[in-house]
């Protein structure tokens, strides 16, 4: 369907010399898992961004599922040793010309509890979708119909019936429902993008009568 495929890369420290298990991290391995120094940890932990609480000697600690929680909602991949730490997420495509509209949609889906992964429009969408196996997608309308990229997920044998949340011009709404996604004005209100992927994810979305073949590559 729809390799070259972009995608917003974290550095992320994996050389943390804890237990497998552990259920609390000092600062200093929470800024190796985090990538970022020690006293940025701490200042976090001052802006109550972080929580954390003292050991009877002073030490600050934080447990595994609150350092879970700050790097799903900053959009960082969680490490394996953190991947239980919280429930399962349901994992959601963006598909978007890069830049900083796609960024934000990546961001507020990760700050609402999603595994996002973002790629632009064309074949390495198709790639994309065939390794991560997203739950639904958000795409950025280039058409009022969704442009080749809606078609081809809808002519797609595997992605046919994957909720599309489709972003775009107010004035686009029927046309997309039409070609089988869930319109939404461009730029959603801050936080109201995940609620509406939950409703997509939950409603789940009538698939399109079925097209002869696969679909092809998407355009842009």
Known sequence: MFPNR??????????????????????????????VS?????????????????????????AREDLAGFMIRQGIPLPPELSDAVPARRKVLVIAEAGPAREGTTRQLAQAGFAVEQVSPGFAAGAAAARFGPEAVV??????????????????????????????????????????????????????????VNAALGAGQKKPEPRRGRGKAAGK
Do not use: C
């Open 38 to 62: 020690l006293p940025t940890v701490v200042n976090w932990i001052k802006a109550r961004r972080i929580k954390a609480h003292r050991t009877p000697g002073g030490h600050r600690r934080i």
């Open 6 to 35: 972009e995608r917003v890369v974290y550095t992320v420290a994996s050389s943390v010399q804890t237990a497998p298990m552990s259920l609390y991290y000092t600062t200093f391995e929470a800024a190796q898992l985090l990538g």
């Open 139 to 196: 795409l950025h309308a280039s058409a009022q119909d969704g442009g080749d990229t809606l078609r081809a997920l809808r002519g797609d044998r595997e992605l046919g019936g994957v909720p599309v949340v489709a972003l775009g011009p107010e004035g686009w709404g029927d046309g997309l429902r039409a070609a089988g996604a869930t319109p939404v004005a461009a730029p959603p209100a801050p936080g109201a993008l995940g609620e509406l």
